[in-house]
């Protein structure tokens, strides 16, 4: 049996979780999901970052204590996984105590093996990014993401020896030893070699809600590296019980923003190195939403949020457009107006109608009893499987909904071809084979939804009476002809009705 550790970002969580956050979140379940399916063994990873200056200004902006503001906050983001149905094993707060112990032994770690040094830093900080900006990064004086000016802070630090470690980073990721996808992703980052990477500071004097260094009790840890250890701190790291770390560590695929994709691809790696730990072995880099052309963001306000498209679409269709609006790597304006119109086109009229057509019709003709085994339609089910499987295990989840879509359209075309209702009058044996084909089809459509919309995958696959398909390993599943002749189906109720 294979593990599969598979994280996403832990979210800031001074805003609600919007459909930014819940994109990479549902990206992992899919890829969760999909290596349950196959009988790996799969840890899934989220949680939530409530360090920093920002969350403590927003808690106090609030009236509430920083704490109280992040215990609130995290529920609010569990409530809306929960609602989407995430299958994570693990939820993890940067407030934890498990965390917090995590983080003193990866900064001691660091300390004892030469890594950090005292020092001076003045530079430009934007807290929107919790980072330090360069003259270089900016766009009219102001950070290009959250559109203020950096302000000039000057303190007492500890670094990291950054530029130390950078030669064998560049060196694992030219050979992909880290992996970084896309490839103009992994571009991107070597690019970021060629320019001067400096050291940077692992605390901050001037900010309070944070964690104390164990050597210096006047400092908190930067936000960056408290974070970043949270995918080796949920395994247990800090902890007596390493079982897990020894288990899932390396993370098999980090799901990240293009917006910090320096602190994954390069800082993190090389802190690893630094304190004697496996790197990651994939970084997915996934692309950026705007919405109706604006970029979209906590900060500046023009959110989407989930709750309101479960509510208007169910979670199933939510989970279902946001994840195939666009390639996963790539950027892309979300038009909310569209979001009705393809429910309509690949969900109502698409999946959901081929369903209930084609238990309908098993049922008219049948009395849903399933007829003889036919395998008319196995080769192209097969091959779909394989672009299927491909897609997911390079992580491109729309991809994976293109071959599901495909099934679909191989369904309805088969349908259209063979016109069922004409061979009743003339062909009931071909019509016994016809309507096999398709009660089939449809199942092999239900085991490849469930990673993407697990309620309506069980729904349909109850239909045809396989409610034990959990039980049965994945090559049982992708065999054609599983569907026993003589056993019963159901009608599908609708499974997405239509929206005006
Ligand atoms: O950066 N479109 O948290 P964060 C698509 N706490 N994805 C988006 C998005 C958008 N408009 N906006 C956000 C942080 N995301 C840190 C991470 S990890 C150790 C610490 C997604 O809440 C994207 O994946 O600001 C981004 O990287 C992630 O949400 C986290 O954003």
Same mark, same amino acid.
């Given at each position: 049996?294979?593990?599969?550790?598979?994280?996403?970002?832990?979210?800031?969580?001074?805003?609600?979780?919007?459909?930014?956050?819940?994109?990479?979140?549902?990206?992992?379940?899919?890829?969760?999901?999909?290596?349950?399916?196959?009988?790996?063994?799969?840890?899934?990873?989220?949680?939530?970052?409530?360090?920093?200056?920002?969350?403590?200004?927003?808690?106090?902006?609030?009236?509430?204590?920083?704490?109280? !503001?992040?215990?609130?906050?995290?529920?609010?983001?569990?409530?809306?996984?929960?609602?989407?149905?995430?299958? #994570?094993?693990?939820?993890?707060?940067?407030?934890?105590?498990?965390?917090?112990?995590?983080?003193?032994?990866?900064?001691?770690?660091?300390?004892?093996?030469?890594?950090?040094?005292?020092?001076?830093?003045?530079?430009?900080?934007?807290?929107?990014?919790?980072?330090?900006?360069?003259?270089?990064?900016?766009?009219?004086?102001?950070?290009?993401?959250?559109?203020?000016?950096?302000?000039?802070?000057?303190?007492?630090?500890? !670094?990291? #020896?950054? &530029?130390?470690?950078?030669?064998?980073?560049?060196?694992?990721?030219?050979?992909?030893?880290?992996?970084?996808?896309?490839?103009?992703?992994?571009?991107?980052?070597?690019?970021?070699?060629?320019? @001067?990477?400096?050291?940077?500071?692992?605390?901050?004097?001037?900010?309070?809600?944070?964690?104390?260094?164990?050597?210096?009790?006047?400092?908190?840890?930067?936000?960056?590296?408290?974070?970043?250890? #949270?995918?080796?701190?949920?395994?247990?790291?800090?902890?007596?019980?390493?079982? &897990?770390?020894?288990?899932?560590?390396?993370?098999?695929?980090?799901?990240?923003?293009?917006?910090?994709?320096?602190?994954?691809?390069?800082?993190?790696?090389?802190?690893?190195?630094?304190?004697?730990?496996?790197?990651? &072995?994939?970084?997915?880099?996934?692309?950026?939403?705007?919405?109706?052309?604006?970029?979209?963001?906590?900060?500046?306000?023009?959110?989407?949020?989930?709750?309101?498209?479960?509510?208007?679409?169910?979670?199933?269709?939510?989970?279902?457009?946001?994840?195939?609006?666009?390639?996963?790597?790539?950027?892309?304006?979300?038009?909310?107006?569209?979001?009705?119109?393809?429910?309509?086109?690949?969900?109502?009229? %698409?999946?959901?109608?081929?369903?209930?057509?084609?238990?309908?019709?098993?049922?008219?003709?049948?009395?849903?009893?399933?007829?003889?085994?036919?395998?008319?339609?196995?080769?192209?089910?097969?091959?779909?499987?394989?672009?299927?499987?491909?897609?997911?295990?390079?992580?491109?989840?729309?991809?994976?909904?293109?071959?599901?879509?495909?099934?679909?359209?191989?369904?309805?075309?088969?349908?259209?071809?063979?016109?069922?209702?004409?061979?009743?009058?003339?062909?009931? &044996?071909?019509?016994?084979?016809?309507?096999?084909?398709?009660?089939?089809?449809?199942?092999?459509? %239900?085991?490849?939804?469930?990673?993407?919309?697990?309620?309506?995958?069980?729904?349909?696959?109850?239909?045809?009476?396989?409610?034990?398909?959990?039980?049965? @390993?994945?090559?049982?599943?992708?065999?054609?002809?599983?569907?026993?002749?003589?056993?019963?189906?159901?009608?599908?109720?609708?499974? !997405?009705?239509?929206?005006?």
């Amino acid at each position: 049996m294979s593990k599969f550790y598979v994280t996403t970002p832990i979210y800031y969580i001074n805003g609600e979780p919007h459909i930014g956050s819940a994109y990479p979140t549902l990206a992992a379940d899919v890829l969760a999901r999909y290596h349950r399916l196959k009988g790996d063994e799969v840890m899934f990873l989220t949680g939530s970052d409530e360090h920093g200056a920002k969350m403590a200004e927003t808690a106090e902006k609030a009236g509430k204590t920083p704490q109280e !503001f992040c215990d609130e906050m995290a529920a609010k983001f569990m409530e809306c996984w929960d609602e989407l149905d995430i299958s #994570n094993d693990d939820f993890i707060r940067t407030t934890s105590d498990r965390h917090k112990a995590g983080v003193i032994k990866f900064i001691e770690k660091l300390k004892e093996n030469d890594a950090v040094y005292e020092g001076e830093y003045e530079g430009l900080y934007c807290q929107g990014c919790e980072a330090f900006l360069t003259e270089r990064d900016l766009v009219n004086g102001e950070c290009p993401i959250h559109r203020v000016k950096p302000q000039m802070i000057s303190e007492k630090n500890y !670094f990291f #020896n950054l &530029k130390k470690y950078l030669p064998e980073v560049k060196r694992m990721i030219d050979v992909d030893e880290i992996r970084i996808l896309p490839e103009s992703k992994k571009n991107e980052v070597l690019g970021l070699f060629k320019q @001067d990477i400096g050291d940077f500071s692992i605390s901050r004097s001037s900010v309070k809600w944070g964690i104390p260094l164990p050597w210096d009790e006047s400092q908190v840890a930067y936000v960056w590296v408290d974070a970043l250890t #949270n995918y080796i701190n949920a395994l247990g790291y800090g902890s007596d019980d390493i079982t &897990k770390l020894e288990k899932f560590w390396p993370a098999d695929v980090h799901i990240l923003g293009k917006d910090i994709l320096k602190f994954h691809c390069i800082y993190w790696p090389a802190m690893l190195i630094a304190a004697g730990l496996l790197t990651p &072995k994939n970084l997915y880099v996934h692309g950026f939403f705007t919405v109706d052309g604006q970029k979209m963001g906590k900060s500046l306000g023009n959110v989407i949020d989930p709750f309101n498209l479960i509510k208007e679409f169910g979670a199933d269709a939510t989970r279902y457009l946001l994840l195939s609006q666009f390639p996963f790597g790539q950027d892309g304006d979300i038009k909310a107006a569209q979001f009705a119109i393809q429910y309509n086109s690949d969900l109502a009229n %698409g999946i959901g109608n081929f369903a209930s057509r084609v238990t309908s019709m098993a049922e008219k003709y049948f009395e849903g009893v399933v007829p003889a085994r036919d395998s008319e339609l196995k080769n192209e089910v097969e091959k779909i499987w394989s672009e299927y499987e491909d897609s997911l295990e390079g992580f491109q989840v729309d991809q994976a909904i293109e071959a599901v879509k495909k099934l679909n359209q191989l369904g309805d075309g088969y349908v259209e071809k063979n016109k069922p209702w004409e061979l009743a009058k003339t062909d009931v &044996k071909r019509l016994a084979g016809v309507i096999y084909n398709l009660l089939e089809l449809l199942r092999h459509l %239900g085991v490849a939804l469930w990673p993407i919309m697990p309620e309506t995958s069980e729904k349909i696959l109850r239909a045809l009476g396989q409610d034990d398909f959990r039980q049965k @390993d994945f090559v049982t599943l992708k065999v054609w002809g599983l569907l026993e002749p003589e056993s019963k189906t159901n009608k599908n109720e609708p499974l !997405f009705p239509r929206i005006q």
